[in-house]
């Protein structure tokens, strides 16, 4: 018996692998037999942004299986090895199954009565005392939609603060302020098909072989069947991505800003520009310089927008000589010419796709605009196979953080609460006093994590993330999280974290197939599942957390709804018209996701492309026209090169990158709970070039300690590891929670996003 | 006993010698190698902490580009 199991297993699974690999389908009938009794149902992978499609299979109340979507258009039928360990990670031995309250040292069970009581009481007694403003909830871009919609509904509508932040301030920040400035409006206009379309990739700091796996596979695929295909990778240290790219091109830290600038001075200068393309649809404009780093608490930035000539823009670019930005950047002039020509050549279609090492950066917003301005000089954008893809580390920062818009200054589809109309609306739609909504953004995350540690803030709950871990400059919000005087902290997760120690309540959190959600990817696919299993214990999903806690202070009429999920999507839909067009909830209960806009029960694959995206008229060609300010024109921006917050220097000679490797998802709550993950990639290791090692007399696998002018970590040195650091750069990734590399992270960030910068600090290596 | 497929997809022309390499851990059964360079392979091991680390090790096969995983059942587990 268990044997012919065994073998109807095996042909089920090979069946499967046939089929998603394109080769014709093997062995149905053993597979049909292995799959009885199982029960298949559709839902995102929960971890990240690519958005693949994953049937999940239930059997006794109990996943037991998965498998890659064939019908899901992203991935077609394939996972990477983190959704090797999709349903395990509901399983792990320490799932937090009841509500737990602090009592001295101690976290001691609750009931949830017990827990929302206290919860509810510290908020009334906060808003009582100090004003709305003393209370913040921090979330996520693992939210599903419903739940950011409910905090932040909850938060601007009822409680009257805009103190919500998303972790997506960590990683989105910045690609959301690039949108934002140069078309004003968030979010791609190209989708994953350009993946395939395309023949030129330009990856910048993006190691997608690793961090975006199944998306990478895609573009190899598409080298395979076309050996034009060629994959630049602009890195500063060398990865798996580099070893499969035509060319790695290493630059010195934070010279991106000018290299890009040298691109555009190349194709400016060569006369390869669309000039057709600028006249029609692009305007030019310069904003401050010397624009700070945020590293004060309480920084203000505000932009000042001038518009200038075309011919003003070259004079900018004069100082971007190939030459110079040599000097700067350590690539060869002649690369930088060669690369120049290879963006602008008429005969290639041309994809820029990057990630962290753009956003997480004190000039994230400027790099975002920099690579946008080749795209617009080139015409190279809203054309099949050729565009700008910004990627995503999250499973909905599109979905949820962004385009439900959870963050301090936001209202949902991009709209702000800055502009009266716009809480009008929203005050309209959510049934309340326009006034309630106040009109001054409070807090970016680092500055939400600052006032607890002052103490402006008191009462901060986090769902679904874990900012005491990967806060930059950790060391200071983890003290301040524990100084007492009234601050009360709340985490809702799954599992144990380096959040929940510091917490005063932890709530037990439903995740994934446990609760009904919809989450949005990178390629504006918005995709809904159903709930297929019950959660552990006494563990709730994050929305009916925040639910029972606005009935607790008097916000239950926010909430009327019966099909709590349906009814709040279709109240959410109000927002989304005039190019954000989201279709009614059943759509997407029978598809495998829609890219909106969705008009007419149609999806949109170029945004701003006649023929293409339903708000451009015939005769139109290419509208931008989210940005009515400038005529329907997209914007080039004069962004200068500005040095980085923190350089090495003698004392602290070398750059320190922090990142993701294959095996791990973020700070390894999810992945570090499975063991055999924890195997191939047990703990962090300090990248570093074999020639540093030598004069520092340090060999492979000895410890070494590092430390800024924050903290110390002591980690074994790895000279083999995947990733290869350049010389005077070394490489940590930040899954570890015993090793706490964020403690060394400076929390400079970016003045017009306020995303900081995890990519470049300065530390000092010595043998441990 | 975990069982799973993966689809190993190969730098160009190198299927064929990949297949040869990989064949020999233990654990990991060919299927097929289709002509634009990808292998059909099942995973097998004892329990899922050595089935995961063969995932791994197959990662780090020298012109191994990307392996992803097409079903995994882990039902008497
Ligand atoms: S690429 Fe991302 S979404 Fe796709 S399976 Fe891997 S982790 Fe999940």
């Known amino acids: 018996m268990e044997l012919s199991r065994r073998d109807f297993l095996k042909a089920s699974a090979a069946a499967a692998a046939f089929a998603a690999a394109g080769a014709p389908l093997l062995g149905s009938n053993n597979a049909d037999a292995a799959e009885a009794g199982i029960k298949w149902g559709k839902a995102p992978c929960r971890f990240c942004g690519t958005g693949c499609g994953v049937l999940v299979g239930v059997k006794d109340g109990k996943i037991v299986?998965?498998?890659?979507d064939p019908a899901a258009p992203v991935n077609r039928g394939l996972n990477c090895?983190?959704?090797?360990?999709?349903?395990?990670?509901?399983?792990?031995?320490?799932?937090?199954?009841?509500?737990?309250?602090r009592k001295g040292n101690k976290m001691v069970e609750a009931s949830w009565d017990e827990a929302m009581t206290l919860i509810a009481s510290k908020f009334k007694e906060a808003i009582e005392k100090h004003g709305p403003d003393s209370v913040a909830m921090y979330g996520s871009g693992q939210w599903t939609v419903f739940e950011g919609y409910a905090a932040s509904k909850l938060f601007k509508g009822g409680i009257g603060t805009n103190n919500i932040e998303p972790n997506a301030r960590l990683c989105m920040a910045s690609a959301v302020t690039g949108f934002m400035t140069t078309f004003a409006s968030d979010e791609p206009m190209g989708v994953y098909d350009d993946l395939d379309l395309g023949d030129t990739y330009f990856l910048w700091g993006a190691n997608m072989a690793e961090c975006?796996?199944?998306l990478f596979s895609r573009i190899i695929d598409n080298r395979l069947k076309n050996p034009a295909v060629k994959i630049i990778d602009f890195g500063t240290r060398r990865t798996r991505t580099s070893q499969m790219a035509d060319q790695y091109i290493k630059f010195t830290p934070q010279t991106d800003l000018a290299l890009l600038n040298a691109i555009a001075y190349v194709i400016v200068k060569e006369k390869l520009y669309d000039e057709q393309f600028i006249k029609k649809h692009v305007v030019f404009k310069k904003g401050k310089t010397n624009i700070g780093n945020g590293l004060e608490d309480k920084f203000k930035f505000t932009d000042d927008p001038k518009p200038?000539?075309?011919?003003?823009?070259?004079?900018?670019?004069?100082?971007?000589?190939?030459?110079?930005?040599?000097?700067?950047?350590?690539v060869p002039a002649a690369k930088i010419i060669e690369l120049a020509r290879l963006y602008a050549d008429k005969k290639r279609k041309v994809n820029s796709l990057w990630t962290m090492g753009f956003n997480q950066h004190t000039r994230g917003t400027w790099v975002n605009n920099l690579v946008y301005n080749v795209h617009l000089l080139t015409g190279k954008i809203c054309r099949p196979g050729e565009n700008p893809l910004s990627l995503t580390g999250q499973p909905s920062a599109c979905g949820t953080a962004r385009e439900v818009g959870t963050f301090t200054h936001r209202l949902p589809a991009d709209m702000v609460?800055?502009?009266?109309?716009?809480?009008?609306?929203?005050?309209?739609?959510?049934?309340?006093?326009?006034?309630?909504?106040?009109?001054?953004?409070?807090?970016?995350?680092?500055?939400m994590f600052r006032a607890l540690d002052r103490g402006d803030i008191k009462v901060v709950w986090t769902q679904v993330t874990n900012p005491f871990q990967s806060l930059p400059n950790l060391n200071r919000f983890r003290k301040g999280a524990r100084k007492g005087d009234g601050r009360f902290v709340i985490v809702s997760d799954m599992y144990p974290t380096k959040s929940t120690e510091v917490a005063d309540v932890i709530l037990p959190s439903a995740s994934w197939v446990e609760k009904e959600g919809v989450f949005g990817n990178a390629e504006r696919r918005t995709q809904q599942w159903f709930k297929m299993v019950e959660a552990p214990g006494e563990?709730?999903?994050?929305?009916?957390?925040?639910?029972?806690?606005?009935?607790?202070?008097?916000?239950?009429?926010?909430?009327?709804?019966?099909?709590?999920?349906?009814?709040?999507?279709?109240e959410y839909r109000q927002f989304t018209g005039g190019g954000k067009d989201l279709a009614p909830y059943e759509a997407y209960v029978k598809s495998r996701g829609l890219r909106w806009p969705v008009v007419n029960g149609k999806e949109t694959l170029y945004r701003y492309a006649e023929g293409y995206d339903p708000y451009v008229k015939a005769g139109e060609g290419i509208k931008f026209y989210k940005n009515k300010k400038d005529d329907g024109r997209a914007v080039i921006w004069a962004r200068p090169y500005e040095a980085a917050a923190e350089a090495p220097d003698k004392t602290y000679p070398f750059w320190l990158c922090t990142g993701r490797v294959l095996e791990h998802w973020h700070t390894g709550t999810m992945t570090g709970r499975v063991p055999e993950l924890k195997r191939a990639y047990p703990s962090a290791v300090c990248e570093m070039h074999p020639d540093d090692a030598k004069k520092l007399g340090i060999k492979n696998l000895q410890k070494v300690k590092i430390s800024s002018?924050?903290?110390?970590?002591?980690?074994?040195?790895?000279?083999?590891?995947?990733?290869?650091?350049?010389?005077?750069?070394?490489?940590?990734?930040?899954?570890?929670?015993?090793?706490?590399?964020?403690?060394?992270?400076?929390?400079?960030?970016?003045?017009?996003?306020?995303?900081?910068?995890?990519?470049?600090?300065?530390?000092?290596?010595?043998?441990? | 006993m975990p069982v799973s497929s993966v689809v190993v997809q190969c730098l160009e022309g190198t299927a064929d010698s990949v297949a040869v390499r990989i064949s020999a851990f233990t654990g990991v059964e060919i299927q097929g190698v289709l002509p634009d360079g990808q292998i059909v392979a099942i995973i097998e091991a004892d329990d899922i902490q050595n089935e995961v680390d063969l995932v791994s090790k197959l990662h780090d096969v020298i012109d191994v580009v990307t392996v992803r995983l097409a079903y995994h059942n882990f039902e008497d587990m």
């Open chain 1, 65 to 68: 299986a998965t498998k890659g």
């Open chain 1, 81 to 101: 090895i983190k959704g090797y360990f999709l349903s395990k990670i509901l399983y792990g031995k320490d799932r937090l199954t009841k509500p737990l309250i």
């Open chain 1, 212 to 214: 975006h796996p199944v």
């Open chain 1, 308 to 330: 200038m000539t075309f011919d003003e823009y070259k004079e900018f670019l004069s100082t971007y000589t190939p030459e110079y930005v040599e000097k700067l950047s350590g």
């Open chain 1, 417 to 447: 609460v800055t502009n009266p109309d716009h809480r009008a609306m929203a005050a309209k739609i959510w049934g309340i006093d326009p006034k309630k909504i106040p009109e001054k953004p409070t807090y970016n995350a680092v500055e």
């Open chain 1, 539 to 570: 563990a709730r999903s994050d929305l009916a957390q925040t639910i029972e806690l606005a009935k607790r202070l008097g916000h239950g009429n926010l909430f009327p709804y019966k099909y709590i999920e349906k009814e709040m999507w279709e």
């Open chain 1, 709 to 768: 002018r924050r903290g110390t970590i002591t980690l074994p040195v790895d000279l083999n590891g995947r990733g290869k650091a350049e010389k005077g750069n070394i490489f940590v990734a930040f899954f570890d929670e015993t090793k706490l590399i964020n403690e060394l992270c400076i929390d400079a960030y970016c003045p017009i996003s306020g995303e900081p910068d995890y990519k470049k600090c300065a530390v000092k290596v010595e043998k441990a």
